[in-house]
T-cell receptor
């Protein structure tokens, strides 16, 4: 079946450090891939997305590239800020149009000033 | 657009009581999802509807949980009777098939349920 595996957290970084949060997936066909972010006390918000192989999603300085050969969708940011402290979820939506998301377990990021 | 609206935002109740959580999806969206989030189990899909019809309720933990979507603009998740282990944050999300080839989901702010 379809699944998403994220690196375990928490991840603690100093401000302006480089961020990578790993995400790999297992799916049949060509899923769409997403990163969602959840700030404390809030619901999840879409951060970026990619719908086909080699697509790069980007938003707010974050980037992730859909790598079909390695079944990965790693999230990166060149210089994190304290305001990026949140929980990040990788997710896939199967290409069969079932509307279901498969979410990873989430990775908590804490950025220190 | 007001986004997905959930009520109440916080609910504290005693074990054995009935709890009803409410959700108003984004106007025009035809898919609605109920999730539960806990520290132990993370984010779990409970049930989802497409065009007001329940499509997959395999995530509903047990018969104490039920969900309805009487029309395109309203859904409820009911727990009867509630138990302390039901304490969690419950999220509603909606999406639209017309948003493209991908199915971006828009989440509400959640209802934090505490069962004493």
């Amino acid at each position: 079946g379809n699944s998403v595996t994220q690196m375990e957290g928490p991840v603690t970084l100093s401000e302006e450090a480089f961020l990578t949060i790993n995400c790999t997936y297992t799916a049949t066909g060509y899923p769409s891939l997403f990163w969602y972010v959840q700030y404390p006390g809030e619901g999840l918000q879409l951060l970026l997305k990619a719908t086909k192989a080699d697509d790069k999603g980007s938003n707010k300085g974050f980037e992730a590239t859909y790598r079909k050969e390695t079944t990965s969708f790693h999230l990166e940011k060149g210089s994190v800020q304290v305001s990026d402290s949140a929980v990040y979820f990788c997710a896939l939506s199967a290409s069969s149009g079932t509307y279901k998301y498969i979410f990873g377990t989430g990775t908590r990021l804490k950025v220190l000033a | 657009d007001a986004g997905v609206i959930q009520s109440p935002r916080h609910e504290v109740t005693e074990m054995g009581q009935e709890v009803t959580l409410r959700c108003k999806p984004i106007s025009g969206h035809n898919s609605l999802f109920w999730y539960r989030q806990t520290m132990m189990r993370g984010l779990e899909l409970l049930i989802y509807f497409n065009n007001n019809v329940p499509i997959d309720d395999s995530g509903m933990p047990e018969d104490r949980f039920s969900a309805k979507m009487p029309n395109a603009s309203f859904s409820t998740l009911k727990i009867q009777p509630s138990e302390p282990r039901d304490s969690a944050v419950y999220f509603c999300a909606s999406s639209s098939r017309t948003s493209g080839t991908y199915n971006e989901q828009f989440f509400g702010p959640g209802t934090r349920l505490t069962v004493l």
